[in-house]
């Protein structure tokens, strides 16, 4: 394909379901950048995120005659991506539940600090957090499933669900308040 060559999103699903090598790249360059985002948010870094990136493309060319038109081929493209980053990690995380009163711990701790920080600095500190932490985060905060939905698809209670997302959540404002107090001693000389 040419860079210049333009391609409607119904000629390029054609092109992909026929298994036309040109079309499933405009796909491809279509969709990379967005869905890599997606990705790290899920990984731990830039490899992972790499494999997931190419492991979600393959189940895009081989599932896309099961895209019925009925929403946004974006939209559908994203789900096959989160759905491979949940079958990732649910292979490979053991999740445990808090108690009750962990829960409101770290809930204790939570506001909206994450607004002052760059878009880097805060994929950086979800990446350091514990693939079970951060995938109930993305899921729960990026993507907006309930905790019902979560549980169903990782296999665990909402209960954990819930316990997760406050212990990501306590330990993602840990990392910025330490940060913005490291911040306030370098500019005050300290």
């Not at 492991?55 to 994203?78: D, L, M, Q, T, Y």
């Not at 649910?90 to 009163?101: E, G, I, P, Q, T």
């Not at 909206?112 to 957090?129: F, G, P, R, V, Y």
Request: charged content about 25%; proline content about 1%.
């Amino acid at each position: 394909m040419t860079p210049n060559q333009n391609y409607t999103e119904a000629q390029i699903i054609q092109g992909c379901m026929a298994g036309d090598r040109k079309f499933q790249q405009a796909l491809y360059n279509q969709f990379a950048g967005k869905m890599f985002s997606v990705c790290l948010r899920y990984a731990n870094e830039y490899n992972s995120a790499q494999d997931l990136l190419q492991e979600g493309f393959v189940k895009v060319f081989k599932n896309i005659e099961k895209f019925r038109s009925e929403g946004a081929f974006e939209g559908w493209v994203r789900r096959i991506f989160v759905n491979t980053a949940i079958e990732h990690y649910r292979k490979h995380v053991n999740l445990y539940a808090l108690h009750d009163s962990e829960v409101n711990y770290y809930e204790a701790y939570e506001d909206n600090a994450l607004e002052t920080l760059k878009h880097a600095d805060i994929l950086k500190m979800i990446q350091s957090l514990s693939d079970g932490y951060r995938t109930v985060f993305n899921l729960y905060v990026i993507e907006g499933y309930s905790h019902k939905e979560i549980g169903e698809m990782m296999n665990i209670s909402e209960g954990t669900s819930k316990s997760q997302l406050a212990r990501a959540r306590y330990l993602l404002q840990k990392m910025i308040t330490e940060g913005l107090d490291r911040d306030q001693r370098t500019s005050t000389g300290n």
